[in-house]
């Protein structure tokens, strides 16, 4: 059972000189890959300064325990998808279909992270631990925004008194996609992906005429 204090995400200092931030990067960095290797049950503080090569004191400076640092890393692969997503939207041609904008949205989120250290315990992680798991709420509500950028890019018309929710329900559709699509030690399922791209564009056309 996970006590209350263990859930404590708040970050006890950010680093601001350089020789802090080395040890601030060195304890994530070894966070990623402890999540690669033992999962998100396996490991501890005490691992963790172990790994990064680091006193137990550098990590309670900056963390109060392991959730705080792993939330610090799904914030950090949070803001690279939606970061990676804006970018591909705002580069986008203005003839380009709406289904083909929505593939490549998912293709942009995918290839941006596929690589990432400790990706599927990370998002593991996300879904069963409560702190954890309002980092991915959260996120999906910034996945939302995308998306409604993305459609006024391209000229989609979605009912405006719906527009909200429309983009909610897909912000929580895509990232539990994608949850699916990395279990059972699997990058990314490409038969998942092609799944959500059709759940995607199947739901937005019940709200776009033939002529759109």
Known sequence: ???????????????????ARKTWEKILNATALLLDEKGFDGINTNLIAEKAEV??????????????????????????QTDLTLEYIRGLESSISWQDMLSGMVDTMIE????????????????ATPGLKEIYRNSN???????????????????????TLIGNCVG?????????????????????????????IGYISTYIDDKD
């Open 112 to 127: 941006g992270t596929r690589n990432e250290v400790g990706l599927i315990a990370l998002q593991s992680a996300m879904l």
């Open 1 to 19: 059972m996970i006590e209350k204090s263990e859930l404590d995400l708040g970050l006890r200092k950010q680093p601001k000189q350089a020789r």
């Open 141 to 163: 509500k910034e996945v939302a925004k995308v998306f409604l950028e993305a459609f006024e890019r391209c000229g989609v018309l979605l009912p405006q008194n719906k527009k």
């Open 55 to 80: 006193n137990i004191s550098a990590i309670y400076k900056y963390f109060p325990n392991k959730y705080a640092i792993v939330s610090t890393l799904a914030i950090r692969l949070n803001d690279k």
């Open 172 to 200: 929580e559709i895509v990232p539990a996609m994608l949850d699916y699509s990395v279990s059972k030690g699997k990058r990314f399922d490409p038969k998942v992906i092609e799944e959500l791209k059709r759940m995607q």
